[in-house]
């Protein structure tokens, strides 16, 4: 297994990036709600990109990067197609799957290579972009309103990773940071069961 060690500078630019734009956001919407609140609004998408950023840095090495960033980015993708409200079949499928997946992959410590999960998580970031999308309230601007759940979703990953880095550090953090992907993979699959009664 890669060490997550040598990139924990790459964590520093999402870090400040990440309280910029809620920072910056916050002081000129003091009304905020809406999109930045979006991807806190259900387990399923919290789970998801707590996990997105744990599973990067159990993978280490170039994935603690480019694996959440392809992430964001198709989510931005998904989330215009949501504000068009163009038909995408299966997303609450899609959404729950990615929490099993990700838990199972972070439980089993699975590493694959970075453009595989790169992909594997872009097609994720197409479901819960469209679903954040798709939600907005007609009264919030496009703009504001992805900037905020861009923003929430990068703090997320950046709290994921680093809450496994810091659990990688331990003696036995590893066998605890499988135990919460396995958490992480019966939450998704009981959210799958309430989405199917």
Known sequence: MKTPFRSITMFQPLMWLALLLISSYAEAHTGLGGG?????????????????????????????????????????????????QINLPGVELGITLSVVLLGLAIGLE?????????????IFGLFHGYAHGYEMPVMDNKLTYTLGFVATTVTLHVVGAMTALLLLKLSSGSHILRLLGWACALSGAWLMFQLYQ
């Open 110 to 122: 699975r590493t694959f290579p970075v453009v595989i999960a790169a992909l594997a998580v872009g």
């Open 36 to 84: 930045w609140l979006h991807p806190l609004s259900g387990l399923d998408h919290l789970l998801a990109m707590l996990a997105i950023g744990a599973w990067s840095c159990q993978m280490g090495g170039r994935a603690i990067w480019i694996v959440p960033s392809a992430f964001v980015g198709s989510m931005i993708l998904g989330g215009l197609l949501g504000f068009q």
